[in-house]
């Protein structure tokens, strides 16, 4: 089973930027989609980002494309997601998941880590 740890997380000011990793233990299947996810206070959960198992390919919703960057670096099992241009309304507990397919952010996430807070100050 695999197992996800997030790191990285912290404070930043608006427009400013900050890396997120996630380690993964465990197994891996080769088709495992990893993605980045996550919640505000009093909000529902949303996917921000996902990556295929080759990380050729990527997918990310309107209003995080062209700051957030996902990447994977398989040899080291670790997942990034580099952000940029932050804003205050981003400030969220961010999670890493695995999936096993990578067809939506449901299928991406059944596996997830215990998040890392990311706080943006105005």
């Known amino acids: 089973q695999m197992q996800l740890k997030e790191s990285g997380g912290g404070s930043a000011q608006t427009g400013g930027s900050l890396r997120l990793s996630c380690a993964a233990s465990g197994f891996l299947a080769p088709n495992d989609c990893m993605g980045w996810f996550r919640q505000a206070p009093g909000k529902e959960r949303e996917g921000v980002a996902r990556i295929s198992a080759s990380g050729k390919v990527t997918r990310y919703p309107s209003f995080v494309k062209g700051r957030f960057t996902i990447s994977r670096d398989n040899a080291k099992n670790t997942l990034y997601l580099d952000m940029n241009s932050l804003k205050p309304e981003e400030t969220a507990m961010y999670y890493c998941?695995?999936?096993?397919?990578?067809?939506?952010?449901?299928?991406?996430?059944?596996?997830w880590g215990q998040g890392t807070q990311v706080t943006v100050s105005s």
């Open positions: 998941a695995g999936g096993h397919s990578f067809g939506s952010f449901e299928s991406c996430s059944t596996t």
